[in-house]
């Protein structure tokens, strides 16, 4: 007889919290350096007074201690670098960037060595470095610390890049991350943070194997396709469009590189319209790279050109009111399904 696992609805921070934790009971070669992720870079009296921008690290310095779980000065050339350094010479470390907009300061370590060492080497360096980022407007954080910015990274081969969507898959793809032996970046966005809802979370180890995306609806009208967060937008406007008759597939993407491009074409054809939601700048997008994935793959079957919904080519603005129009909507995203389907 097997025994059901225990499930629960965590938030997105606990689910996340909970991966690093038993993956660093699994395996001691697991490591978590960033900046604030202890609270006090060594001093006794403030250590985990923050546990990271995220509170993803909370409470693993105490059972970990300041060897495994390292806070660093503020230089992410550094303690990038030396992540790289470290998965290169055979541990597993977990780096926080806090924010991927930082991403400009550290991106020789990122892009010319943990993306090239494998290859560069013949295969005989692996380089098991996972990076996790936040990313995402919405919380009134201004330009330089609510930007997207995953298709930057899909353009570097030898990167890994993976966009949860809510606990269940955040746990798991931090699993995949952490014991896969490429460099793997994983962008949170900061809105789903205290995010709790459907799949529950069991409390066993498990992992969400890395460039599968998921059908989170399925439908015969249109496809909807959502990357993290924008997941929920097109869910939101799904039911919008049930109500008015229509039946929209919802594609969680999960992974942006690798790409599923095969879940994408096998719903594009049978829906035979597509609506791609992407809150990362327009130009060279991944949206952009999906809608010219189904123009050549998929061309013959479509009955309405491949339609993109993202943000506008422009910085992110602090101000509330201008920040909600900037960021792709339920609203948008019906009001251009409807166009497409007419």
């Known amino acids: 007889m097997v025994q059901a696992q225990a499930v629960r609805q965590l938030t997105y921070i606990q689910a996340v919290n909970e991966a690093l934790r038993q993956e660093m009971e699994r395996d001691p070669a697991v490591i978590i350096m960033g900046e ?30 300041p060897e495994r779980i390292r806070d660093t000065p503020i230089s992410e050339a550094g303690f990038v670098g030396a992540g790289v350094g470290a998965a290169a010479t055979g541990l597993r470390p977990v780096v926080d960037l806090m924010y991927v907009g930082f991403f400009g300061v550290c991106a020789d370590q990122i892009t010319n060595n943990a993306a090239k060492i494998h290859y560069m ?8 470095l996972t990076i996790m980022t936040g990313m995402g407007a919405g919380t009134n954080s201004a330009a330089q610390h609510s930007e997207t910015l995953y298709s930057v990274f899909c353009h570097f081969p030898g990167l ?12 798991g793809l931090f699993a995949a991350a952490i014991r896969d032996d490429d460099p793997v970046i ?13 799949p529950d979370v069991p409390e066993e180890p498990y992992i969400v194997p890395i460039g599968e995306a ?44 690798p790409l599923d491009s095969q879940t994408i074409l096998t719903s594009v054809r049978k829906t035979r319209k597509i609506v791609i939601v992407d809150e990362d700048y327009p130009r060279c997008s991944v949206a952009s790279d999906i809608s010219a994935l189904v ?8 009955d309405a050109p491949p339609r993109r919904v993202t943000a506008p080519h422009t910085p992110i603005p602090y101000s509330r009111p201008l920040e909600a129009v900037y960021m792709p909507s339920k609203e948008k995203v019906v009001k251009a399904t409807l166009e497409v389907l007419e």
């Open 36 to 65: 604030d992720i202890a609270g006090g870079a060594g001093r006794p009296d403030k250590q985990d007074a923050w546990g990271g921008p995220m509170r993803l690290t909370k409470g693993l310095i105490g059972q970990f201690g």
């Open 121 to 128: 080497f013949g295969g005989k360096v692996k380089v098991p």
């Open 160 to 171: 890994k890049c993976v966009v949860p969507s809510n606990p269940y898959n955040a746990k």
């Open 186 to 198: 994983i962008f949170n966005n900061r809105q789903l943070m205290g995010f709790r809802g459907e």
């Open 214 to 257: 998921n059908v989170a609806r399925e439908g015969t009208d249109v496809t909807l396709v959502g990357i993290g967060y924008t997941t929920h937008v097109c869910m939101q406007a799904a039911q919008v469009l049930e109500a008015q008759g229509f039946s929209a597939e919802v594609i969680d993407l999960l992974s942006v590189s």
């Open 295 to 302: 123009a050549e793959e998929a061309f013959d079957y479509l």
